[in-house]
C-alpha cells in the first residue's frame, strides 16, 4: 500500500519568499509522485509529476520538485512566492507505471502575505 | 477541449432526499474517478471505472452510494438516501489508461458542493 505525508497543513509566506512544502511517501514499490494545485473553488490541477526520469522536476508558474529516494521524500519549491501562489496542494502517488490508484496526501494550504 | 464537465455546480438538498451527480469526461479518455473531498478526510477515491466498467470501487462509503458509466462520455454519482454528513464537494476526473492499466494524468473537473440539511 502506498501513502503520502505532507508536514504542515497549513504554510505562511511572504510574497517574494522562498516557497518550501513538504511531501514524504511510502511505497513498497518505485513510485510516481505529483503535485496538484486547487484554486478556491475550483477543481485540482496537474504543477508536475515524477514518472522515473530525472529526479529534478520542473513545473508551471516557477515550481520544481526533487525525488529523493534516500529521503522518500518529494518536496516542492518555488524560489520566490507571488500572491497568485496562493492556494491547496496536494501531494499524491502510485505505483511506477501508475497502473494503481492515485494516493492524495492531505493537501496544505499556502498562504502569501504583501 | 472543455475539460471535465460536472453538474450541478450547487446542490442543496434534505436529508432522506435522492441526489445525483454528473460527469462528462475528456473526450478519448478512458478512465474516470470520483472523489469525495471534506475538511476532516481530505481528498478520498470513492470508485473508478476504466473502459466503462468499475474497476475500485472500495472507496464508496456504503450502499446508499451508487455510481454507473452507461458509455464513454458520462457518468453519475447517486446517493439515496442522502444524510447530513454526505455534505462535501464531490469532483469527477478522467485520463487515459494505456494498455496493461498504466495511467496518464487525471484531469479534474470543477466539483459539485454538496450540503445535506
Known amino acids: 500500500a502506498q501513502s503520502v505525508t505532507q508536514l504542515g497543513s497549513h504554510v505562511s509566506v511572504s510574497e517574494g519568499a522562498l516557497v518550501l512544502l513538504r511531501c514524504n511517501y511510502s511505497?513498497?514499490?518505485?513510485?510516481?509522485l505529483f503535485w496538484y494545485v486547487q484554486y478556491p473553488n475550483q477543481g485540482l490541477q496537474l504543477l508536475l509529476k515524477?514518472?522515473?526520469?530525472?529526479?529534478l522536476v520542473k513545473g508551471i508558474n516557477g515550481f520544481e520538485a526533487e525525488f529523493k529516494k534516500s529521503e522518500t521524500s518529494f518536496h516542492l519549491t518555488k524560489p520566490s512566492a507571488h500572491m497568485s501562489d496562493a492556494a491547496e496542494y496536494f501531494c499524491?502517488?502510485?505505483?511506477?507505471?501508475?497502473?494503481?490508484?492515485?494516493?492524495f496526501g492531505k493537501g496544505t494550504k499556502l498562504t502569501v502575505n504583501p | 477541449d472543455a475539460g471535465v464537465i460536472q453538474s450541478p455546480r450547487h446542490e442543496v438538498t434534505e436529508m432522506g432526499q435522492e441526489v445525483t451527480l454528473r460527469c462528462k469526461p475528456i473526450?478519448?479518455?478512458?478512465?474516470l474517478f470520483w472523489y469525495r473531498q471534506t475538511m476532516m478526510r481530505g481528498l478520498e477515491l470513492l470508485i473508478y471505472?476504466?473502459?466503462?466498467?468499475?474497476?475500485?470501487d472500495s472507496g464508496m462509503p456504503e450502499d446508499r452510494f451508487s455510481a454507473k458509466m452507461p458509455n464513454a462520455s458520462f457518468s453519475t454519482l447517486k446517493i439515496q438516501p442522502s444524510e447530513p454528513r454526505d455534505s462535501a464537494v464531490y469532483f469527477c476526473?478522467?485520463?487515459?489508461?494505456?494498455?496493461?492499466?498504466?495511467?496518464?494524468?487525471?484531469?479534474f473537473g470543477p466539483g459539485t458542493r454538496l450540503l445535506v440539511l
Open positions: 471505472f476504466n473502459n466503462n466498467v468499475p474497476i475500485d
Open positions: 511505497s513498497s514499490v518505485p513510485p510516481y
Open positions: 476526473a478522467s485520463s487515459f489508461a494505456l494498455a496493461g492499466g498504466v495511467q496518464e494524468t487525471q484531469y
Open positions: 499524491a502517488v502510485t505505483n511506477q507505471g501508475g497502473s494503481e490508484k492515485l494516493v
Open positions: 473526450s478519448g479518455h478512458n478512465s
Open positions: 515524477y514518472t522515473s526520469a530525472a529526479t
